[in-house]
């Protein structure tokens, strides 16, 4: 910018003055001040440089790289969509700075993502982290799109990914405002943070604030991307901790209540994961706030197989002091958990009959446990899944523990009693079953014996 000339130095002085008169037309003054001076050709020494406001244009060598690309494509795709000359032009079209030129290249990457069976060359990494930190929205939903398709396919190592620098643009696109591109760097990060090294290095570039941030998306696509990579993330013991201290247990606890069942789902395996430390316990079952304890316990009810069963397995990982045991039962949980026994589904009725073994080896829990209804549920359970050596060792514990009880009597009566021996007659069952029935008769034996008077 130049120097004031005399003239408008003397405007400015009139200005000072008239500020300090305080005149009644300051505002008018001023404007008419400003303009005069914005007009002065003082001022206009560097006008056209001004005017020349930077639109990117193609350069020579890039409307060769265009026009060859073009015929590459022209040729055919399938002939090589490897080659070492697409690899130099997609190399000039998404190091361009022209955003029509990274489209291309980034439409072409898109392609091959859907229709390539075979890896990903290294080298084709590289032209990634232009297209991803792109200005262009259109670059960024497309690379991002095709890096998903790749790693989703195992068509790129996810730790190369890693290596070559491509997580931070990835974590950046996580703050776009756009939905789309939000719910392909949310898959991205998702999908890499299965590798251990690959989780910490998420956790290293702050890429866990965003993502509890997008797990309130009101984009259902976002919001289970988010809360996926959460969940892969909770794998790690030291990221846990990160996320803890970051505020993941009130977004996750929340979660559980959300109307798509794949997001109570990722909520509750995640949770799950973080209540097998129990480090974490004081912290997700803080005294005189029991909502996730009442919410998992609501959660056992859900129709969505899946979401039951990692209920049970969340509810059994909290499930390690006493105190917690009896509370669970104080709030009605065994109703519930037989209906689960009766289940369909094999992973339901594993979880469900694990989280009872933990629940019956409380002496204050035994009297309840030990009702009519749920030995009925036991017997059956027995004779209905002999070969199942979770269902029947977990059985057999739970009939142990609850004979233990004052009301061994009525488990002697039982048909928990001829389901163990069904399963004993049984030659189908594994020699470890084999044991955990034998073990509970004779339990049951011993006390038929002190109880029989001389």
Not at 296 to 317: F, P
């Amino acid at each position: 910018m130049g120097q004031l000339c005399s003239r408008c130095m003397q405007l400015l002085r009139d200005f000072v003055a008239f500020v300090q008169r305080m005149s009644s037309n300051l505002v008018h003054l001023i404007k008419e001040c400003l303009i005069l001076i914005s007009k002065c050709s003082c001022l206009k020494q560097n006008s056209s440089k001004a005017r020349q406001l930077y639109k990117p244009i193609l350069q020579p060598h890039e409307r060769v790289t265009a026009q060859e690309f073009l015929q590459h494509i022209e040729a055919g795709f399938e002939m090589s969509p490897l080659g070492k000359d697409s690899l130099e032009a997609l190399r000039t079209l998404a190091f361009s700075e022209n955003p029509g030129l990274q489209q291309s290249a980034a439409l072409y990457y898109l392609h091959m993502s859907q229709h390539m069976s075979v890896p990903l060359p290294v080298e084709h990494l590289e032209p990634f982290y232009a297209l991803l930190r792109s200005a262009d929205l259109e670059v960024q939903q497309m690379s991002s799109l095709s890096l998903v398709n790749f790693l989703l396919e195992g068509n790129i190592d996810k730790e190369l990914v890693v290596q070559m620098g491509l997580l931070e643009p990835i974590l950046d696109l996580l703050e776009s405002e756009d939905p789309t591109v939000q719910c392909n760097s949310c898959a991205c990060t998702m999908t890499l943070a299965v590798s251990e090294s690959n989780r910490e290095a998420i956790g290293a570039a702050q890429g866990v604030t965003p993502l509890l941030s997008l797990a309130n998306s009101y984009d259902p696509r976002v919001q289970q991307n988010a809360v996926g990579a959460i969940l892969n993330l909770t794998q790690s013991e030291k990221i846990q901790q990160v996320l803890c201290k970051e505020g993941a247990l009130p977004v996750l606890a929340l979660l559980l209540e959300s109307p798509d069942s794949e997001v109570q789902y990722y909520s509750c395996a995640a949770l799950s994961n973080l209540a097998a430390n129990a480090r974490h316990h004081e912290a997700m079952l803080r005294p005189g706030n029991r909502f996730l304890l009442r919410t998992l316990i609501s959660l056992l009810s859900s129709s969505v197989d899946k979401v039951s069963s990692q209920a049970c397995v969340c509810l059994r990982n909290l499930a390690a002091s006493a105190d917690i045991q009896a509370e669970m039962v104080a709030e009605d949980v065994l109703p519930q958990l037989r209906s689960l026994l009766a289940s369909r589904s094999e992973d339901v009725r594993r979880a469900s009959i694990a989280l009872l073994w933990i629940l019956s080896q409380h002496p204050h829990n035994q009297d309840t446990l030990a009702c009519a209804e749920l030995t009925k549920s036991l017997g059956m359970l027995l004779s209905a899944h002999k070969r199942d050596p979770v269902i029947v060792g977990h059985a057999a514990c739970i009939i142990k523990n609850l004979s233990l009880s004052k009301n061994r009597q009525r488990i002697i009566e039982s048909p928990c009693i001829e389901g163990l021996l069904q399963t004993m007659l049984s030659t189908d069952v594994q020699e470890d079953s084999l044991l955990y029935v034998t073990s509970c008769l004779a339990e049951l034996a011993k006390q038929g014996r002190e109880a029989t008077p001389p």
